[in-house]
């Protein structure tokens, strides 16, 4: 099981970032701050002008009075920071999970399987998902980086044209638009793509995008290398070994013989 960040194949960064705010629950709240902070600083201006400047023009003309104001910007300081502290507590916490199964594919060699999970206290609701597929035999200068982002029907046909089979060679899931992702609190994952030894050989990078959107409208995205960490000798399958009898050289002798003195109560 592995979860490290990715290097191989390309610079994309494993990391959760917020790439889009709500409009009308983030961006209306502070502009309605930063318009009433404006007035405060014109009154504020007004008010320690003599009486012969306000009496011309534009400083003859007066906002809103100070009490009003006064209520109004900090009503509006309040929302900005509500609504952040809440974004905070729903922001979900997208992690990834990977490791070596027996029986996902044909044949008797384990698979390498990658999911995903909401670690957060809220649903999100899936947005887009889209790959990014770098093959070995691609140039050695190219990354993962310089690769476009494909849905999965493209996927599907650059692996068929290299001679990587569906459902033998690899699985990937397919995910639709507004699949919950469910904040369960456990570390259960939800499958997104098995992968044979054939298939790691073959692509030196296959980058998962994600993104989904919390309950306050905010679209958060994570960058997945499916690939991390399946050449590393730390996470390679367990091979069956062979079973040790009393012929096996290098190993003592069983001892049968009972041992003398006075049995013991």
Not at 64 to 81: C, I, N, Q, T
Not at 174 to 186: H, K
Not at 199 to 221: K, P
Request: charged letters at 20%.
């Amino acid at each position: 099981m592995t979860s490290a960040p990715s290097g191989r194949g390309g610079t994309a960064p494993d990391v959760q970032r917020r790439i889009r705010r709500n409009r009308w629950l983030f961006t209306a709240p502070l502009v309605l701050l930063c318009v009433l902070g404006a007035v405060l600083v014109w009154e504020i201006v007004r008010g320690n002008m003599s009486e012969a400047s306000r009496s011309h023009w534009p400083w003859r003309l007066e906002l809103m009075s100070a009490e009003p104001l006064a209520s109004l910007l900090a009503v509006s300081a309040g929302a900005v920071l509500a609504r952040a502290q809440y974004a905070r507590a729903v922001r979900p916490a997208l992690g990834w999970r990977s490791e070596f199964v027996a029986g996902l594919l044909p044949g008797p060699a384990k698979a390498w399987s990658v999911g995903i999970l909401n670690g957060g206290q809220h649903n999100v609701v899936l947005e887009h998902l889209d790959y990014r597929l770098v093959m070995a035999r691609d140039s050695v200068d190219a990354t993962a980086d310089d690769a476009e982002w494909t849905g999965l029907a493209a996927v599907g046909e650059r692996l068929a044209g290299e001679g990587l089979r569906a459902a033998v060679d690899f699985r990937i899931y397919s995910f639709g638009a507004g699949y919950p992702l469910v904040a369960t609190g456990t570390y259960e994952t939800v499958g997104v793509g098995v992968f044979s030894k054939r298939f790691i050989d073959e692509v030196r990078a296959f980058h998962l995008r994600i993104q989904v959107v919390d309950s306050v409208g905010d679209t958060h995205e994570r960058i997945i290398e499916c690939l991390e960490g399946a050449r590393e000798a730390v996470t390679a399958p367990v091979e069956e070994a062979e079973p040790v009898t009393a012929a096996s050289p290098g190993l003592p002798a069983a001892r049968t013989a009972r041992r003398s003195g006075r049995p013991r109560a």
